[in-house]
Nanobody, 125 residues
């Protein structure tokens, strides 16, 4: 099983970015898939999660600025973020929860996630 994030890079404050998390070797539609981010010297923070039924959950730091979605045909999960702020600068990771099926209705702890991508850097200036 492999997760590959893409879509990061440099963005202007107030702009938007769309991150992709493509999976191979596993059907993303069965589990919860989450986006985390990590800033230098800080813990990895859960940003958004989508469960098996497509229910979307967001962390307070990105609520109303982020949209998580899943394309089952492409086996890909996306994170669209708008109104970017300097504080959104971080390495963004997607991850799959061990729960199968997963019907979470709140953000899950980092320990729930057993498969991680390599991350994609978002730098807002």
């Amino acid at each position: 099983v492999q997760l590959v994030e893409s879509g990061g890079g440099s963005a202007l404050a107030g702009g938007s970015v769309r991150l992709s998390c493509a999976a191979s070797g596993h059907d993303l539609g069965r589990n919860c898939v989450a986006w985390f981010r990590q800033k230098p010297g800080q813990e990895r923070e859960a940003v958004a999660l989508i469960n098996k039924e497509g229910v979307e959950i967001y962390g307070t730091s990105v609520r109303e600025r982020a949209t998580i979605s899943r394309d089952n045909a492409k086996n890909t999960v996306y994170l669209q973020m708008s109104s970017l702020a300097l504080e959104d600068t971080a390495m963004y990771y997607c991850a799959i929860s061990y729960r199968n099926p997963c019907y979470a209705t709140s953000l899950l702890p980092r320990t729930d996630f057993i498969i991680w991508g390599q991350g994609t850097q978002v730098t807002v200036s």
